[in-house]
């Protein structure tokens, strides 16, 4: 099995991210507990955020040793950030895979992840980029306050959808926007253009997390790396759920599985049908398509060369998991 699954044909060809896998081994190099740790974790990902560094580094000419520095400094973030959301949901797997937590238990999987963020930090400082390491540590410290906020919201029916969109910018989407940026950094961009790539990333991360909500729904486990309908599960209301706990017909059933914690499989196959029979997962696909349409329009600022097409594909790409 491939240790990793580029999104893209474009991307299996660019040398920096052949050269961000040898990285990241060369950082789990050495005793047999840090082999495991590289497979267990690192395994199977997408490389998405790494391929934003890189592709947003290669508009022009960059110090290719920082450009997949910070982009291997990404992928451990990510990385990191799963060790811990899994001790958090008590998950058992992960990309077909025993999670860290399961494997050796919370306590050394909490110190595992904490292992993969000294990592990260220890790359972002080689080059004495404080610009970078900024981001960096800005979109960890709101990634936080987004996870916190999420979890203290668990099984409360009177979140809004300007609720969720607030804390998935800080959950999820900031980081992507910060990848963006810092390839842009390394390579030297104007101003504006780095804002335009920082603005590409972040509607990039609202259509991500908007794709992997349906996905809870109408996935598998291959496309997400965890069990279908993991979070509704958990008490996390995802914007499906909320916009069907605001219909007439439904909303109060669901209203009562949710608040009484009732997730048997009835039940979620009845949310299931609910979402489908209302058109409200389509509604939010519509929705995640045209957040796509605006993180492509912040592209035309920049140089017609191949990574803006390839980030444009990528964008795309995006959307084609829930099809």
Same mark, same amino acid.
């Given at each position: 099995?491939?240790?990793?699954?580029?999104?893209?044909?474009?991307?299996?060809?660019?040398?920096?991210?052949?050269?961000?896998?040898?990285?990241?081994?060369?950082?789990?190099?050495?005793?047999?507990?840090?082999?495991?740790?590289?497979?267990?974790?690192?395994?199977?990902?997408?490389?998405?955020?790494?391929?934003?560094?890189?592709?947003?580094?290669?508009?022009?000419?960059?110090?290719?040793?920082?450009?997949?520095?910070?982009?291997?400094?990404?992928?451990?973030?990510?990385?990191?950030?799963?060790?811990?959301?899994?001790?958090?949901?008590?998950?058992?797997?992960?990309?077909?895979?025993?999670?860290?937590?399961?494997?050796?238990?919370?306590?050394?999987?909490? /110190?595992?992840?904490?292992? $993969?963020?000294?990592?990260?930090?220890? %790359? @972002?400082? &080689?080059?004495? +980029?404080?610009?970078?390491?900024?981001?960096?540590?800005?979109?960890?410290?709101?990634?936080?306050?987004?996870?916190?906020?999420?979890?203290?919201?668990?099984?409360?029916?009177?979140?809004?959808?300007?609720?969720?969109?607030?804390?998935?910018?800080?959950?999820?989407?900031?980081?992507?926007?910060?990848?963006?940026?810092?390839?842009?950094?390394?390579?030297?961009?104007?101003?504006?253009?780095?804002?335009?790539?920082?603005?590409?990333?972040?509607?990039?991360?609202?259509?991500?997390?908007?794709?992997?909500?349906?996905?809870?729904?109408?996935?598998?486990?291959?496309?997400?790396?965890?069990?279908?309908?993991?979070? /509704?599960?958990?008490?996390? $209301?995802?914007?499906?759920?909320?916009? %069907? @706990?605001? &219909?007439?017909? +439904?909303?109060?059933?669901?209203?009562?599985?949710?608040?009484?914690?009732?997730?048997?499989?009835?039940?979620?196959?009845?949310?299931?049908?609910?979402?489908?029979?209302?058109?409200?997962?389509?509604?939010?696909?519509?929705?995640?398509?045209?957040?796509?349409?605006?993180?492509?329009?912040?592209?035309?600022?920049?140089?017609?060369?191949?990574?803006?097409?390839?980030?444009?594909?990528?964008?795309?790409?995006?959307?084609?998991?829930?099809?």
């Amino acid at each position: 099995m491939a240790i990793y699954q580029l999104p893209l044909r474009e991307l299996q060809g660019l040398e920096e991210l052949k050269q961000v896998e040898i990285r990241l081994r060369e950082v789990c190099h050495g005793e047999d507990k840090w082999t495991l740790l590289f497979s267990s974790v690192l395994q199977g990902g997408k490389r998405l955020r790494p391929a934003l560094v890189v592709l947003c580094g290669s508009f022009l000419p960059a110090p290719r040793s920082e450009l997949v520095d910070v982009a291997a400094a990404a992928e451990l973030i990510h990385a990191a950030s799963l060790v811990h959301d899994d001790i958090i949901d008590h998950a058992d797997s992960r990309r077909g895979q025993p999670t860290i937590s399961k494997r050796w238990g919370e306590q050394r999987a909490v /110190l595992y992840g904490d292992f $993969l963020f000294a990592q990260a930090f220890t %790359l @972002l400082t &080689n080059h004495g +980029h404080t610009g970078i390491l900024g981001n960096m540590t800005r979109a960890i410290s709101l990634m936080c306050q987004g996870e916190i906020e999420q979890f203290n919201l668990r099984y409360d029916c009177r979140l809004s959808e300007t609720d969720y969109m607030s804390y998935i910018h800080r959950k999820t989407a900031f980081f992507l926007s910060a990848c963006c940026l810092s390839g842009a950094e390394v390579c030297g961009l104007s101003s504006l253009q780095q804002k335009s790539l920082a603005a590409f990333g972040l509607q990039l991360g609202y259509a991500f997390q908007l794709t992997d909500d349906i996905l809870d729904f109408r996935g598998n486990t291959s496309d997400t790396g965890k069990p279908v309908l993991h979070d /509704l599960a958990e008490g996390y $209301l995802t914007l499906p759920v909320i916009r %069907l @706990l605001r &219909n007439n017909h +439904h909303g109060p059933t669901v209203r009562q599985i949710i608040e009484s914690r009732n997730f048997t499989a009835d039940n979620l196959a009845y949310i299931k049908m609910a979402l489908e029979s209302t058109g409200i997962l389509r509604e939010v696909d519509q929705k995640a398509r045209m957040i796509i349409q605006r993180a492509k329009q912040n592209l035309a600022r920049l140089p017609n060369k191949p990574p803006r097409a390839t980030l444009t594909s990528l964008a795309n790409h995006i959307l084609q998991r829930t099809c």
